[in-house]
């Protein structure tokens, strides 16, 4: 292992220039994955937003008991979707209307009665917001008697499924994109380094040196490259968050799970761009 670390080290001292412009090279491309991530990374943390206002609005009918009102919300909030079930009287339903409705403020000032009901509202938690899991909580509460209509905004619900799809899709491809490019580039810069060492890999099997033994350096320096222009584009990315929040928006940047995933990325497909140039060029040398 230290025999294959120094070679690997020692074709970085041989082309300095070469190995310096792939890594750069290499930074760029996952820097762009990188961009992309901390769009992505923003979208799905303004979609979780939209999401924690998904709410379901069981509406009750007239007269019905305090006590059952309770009981039933013990059970709501025994459900294993269900985060938390709120009871909103009549009258704080009425108050609510009057403070949020300022439009309608004199109209529900003169009501001789109080014409809105009782509810319970529903929040679910994270992972049950979806159209299925919101579904099946609806159709839950109605099977109470006392309950006479559930609302949840079927049409929004289901698409904001459908968005957070879409994004996730966009996001698989495009990430597989900049991956395929970063891997032809890779293999490109190591397929250089082969061939520029060709004389010496011909002498190298003259003694009797092994393909494994002879790429083992090669895919070192690949998986080296990786790493650190990963590391690079973490770095180009901090920088480009630290523009938009201060010029554009408040945007979020990645965790340390996250950054050390496109390090890891980066460290993975400089290994697999150098196994695949050096398989296919080492048979040509």
Same mark, same amino acid.
């Given at each position: 292992?230290?025999?294959?670390?120094?070679? =690997?080290?020692?074709?970085?001292?041989?082309?300095?220039?070469?190995?310096?412009?792939?890594?750069?090279?290499?930074?760029?491309?996952?820097?762009?994955?990188?961009?992309?991530?901390?769009?992505?990374?923003?979208?799905?943390?303004?979609?979780?937003?939209?999401?924690?206002?998904?709410?379901?609005?069981?509406?009750?009918?007239?007269?019905?008991?305090?006590?059952?009102?309770?009981?039933?919300?013990?059970?709501?909030? =025994?459900?294993?979707?269900?985060? &938390?079930?709120?009871?909103? &009287?009549?009258?704080?339903?009425?108050?609510?209307?009057?403070?949020?409705?300022?439009?309608?403020?004199?109209?529900?000032? +003169?009501?001789?009665?109080?014409?809105?009901?009782? &509810?319970? +509202?529903?929040?679910?938690?994270?992972? %049950?917001?979806?159209?299925?899991?919101?579904?099946?909580?609806?159709?839950?509460?109605?099977?109470?008697?006392?309950?006479?209509? $559930?609302?949840?905004?079927?049409?929004? $619900? +289901?698409?904001?499924?459908?968005?957070?799809?879409?994004?996730?899709?966009?996001?698989?491809?495009?990430?597989?994109? %900049?991956?395929? $490019?970063? $891997?032809?580039?890779?293999? #490109?810069?190591?397929?250089?380094?082969?061939?520029?060492?060709?004389?010496?890999?011909?002498?190298?099997?003259?003694?009797?040196?092994?393909?494994?033994?002879?790429?083992?350096?090669?895919?070192?320096?690949?998986?080296?490259?990786?790493?650190?222009?990963?590391?690079v584009a973490i770095g180009l990315s901090y920088g480009a968050y630290v523009?938009?929040?201060?010029?554009?928006?408040?945007?979020? %940047?990645?965790?340390?799970?996250?950054?050390?995933?496109?390090?890891?990325?980066? #460290?993975?497909?400089?290994?697999?761009?150098? =196994?695949? &140039?050096?398989?296919?060029?080492?048979?040509?040398?």
């Open positions: 292992m230290r025999l294959v670390l120094r070679e =690997a080290l020692l074709i970085f001292r041989r082309a300095p220039l070469l190995s310096a412009l792939s890594v750069t090279t290499i930074a760029f491309s996952l820097f762009a994955v990188g961009l992309f991530g901390l769009v992505a990374v923003n979208l799905q943390h303004a979609l979780r937003q939209v999401a924690e206002r998904v709410e379901i609005v069981a509406y009750l009918l007239p007269g019905t008991p305090i006590e059952s009102i309770t009981l039933a919300q013990k059970d709501i909030e =025994a459900f294993p979707e269900v985060g &938390s079930a709120t009871y909103v &009287s009549e009258d704080r339903a009425l108050a609510r209307a009057r403070a949020e409705l300022v439009e309608f403020r004199d109209v529900l000032q +003169e009501l001789e009665r109080n014409p809105l009901p009782g &509810s319970i +509202e529903v929040k679910l938690k994270a992972g %049950f917001r979806d159209a299925e899991h919101v579904n099946e909580v609806a159709d839950r509460l109605r099977g109470f008697g006392f309950v006479d209509d $559930v609302r949840f905004g079927r049409d929004w $619900v +289901e698409k904001l499924d459908r968005l957070q799809q879409i994004a996730a899709a966009v996001g698989l491809v495009v990430g597989a994109a %900049f991956a395929v $490019v970063a $891997v032809i580039i890779i293999g #490109t810069t190591i397929r250089m380094a082969v061939l520029q060492r060709s004389r010496e890999i011909a002498i190298m099997r003259l003694v009797g040196a092994t393909d494994g033994f002879i790429r083992r350096p090669f895919l070192l320096q690949g998986a080296i490259k990786g790493m650190l222009g990963g590391g523009l938009i929040n201060r010029w554009l928006i408040q945007a979020a %940047f990645f965790t340390r799970e996250q950054a050390a995933a496109v390090v890891v990325f980066g #460290t993975l497909i400089g290994l697999v761009g150098s =196994a695949t &140039s050096v398989g296919r060029h080492l048979r040509r040398v």
